[in-house]
């Protein structure tokens, strides 16, 4: 339903509000996130990429994968479609910048799968290229 354009964004918000109540939990958390991050507003989806690749977070694992699996969708691809490039810019400064299980996450979620074009690949070798040898978890991620 929050992926949904044919509903009104003000309706979920206050759906959520109204389930969610008081509860303070972590899954409760982590749901709201999805499910601000599902909403095809433009806005909302820079504010969550926002806080997915800032690097000074101290967000959790779980709110950020959170935020992750509900940020793409097929049906909101006119508004997803920018971040496909913005996921090669933020890849290397994300990787150095957090633990494993977090990029792992990223790449899974991130790597533009639901439209693949020939620059995509280009980026993704440029990166390889870029990358050295010693880095063998890197390299994993993106082979």
Known sequence: MFAEPAIDNEF????????????????????VATCMSLMPAEERKA??????TD????????VKTARM?????????????????????ALKPLYYS???QFVESF???FLPLLEIKDAHIVKLYEIKLDTPDSEVSFMKLID
């Open 107 to 109: 790449v899974a979620n």
């Open 47 to 52: 504010k969550v990429w926002g806080q997915i």
């Open 98 to 100: 957090f633990q494993f």
């Open 69 to 89: 699996e509900g940020f793409y969708n097929f049906k909101q691809m006119e508004m997803i479609r920018p971040y496909f490039d913005e996921f090669f810019k």
């Open 12 to 31: 979920k918000v206050k759906l959520l509000q109204e389930t969610v109540g008081d509860e303070k939990s972590d899954i409760v958390e982590n749901v």
């Open 55 to 62: 690097l000074n977070s101290q967000e959790s694992l779980f």
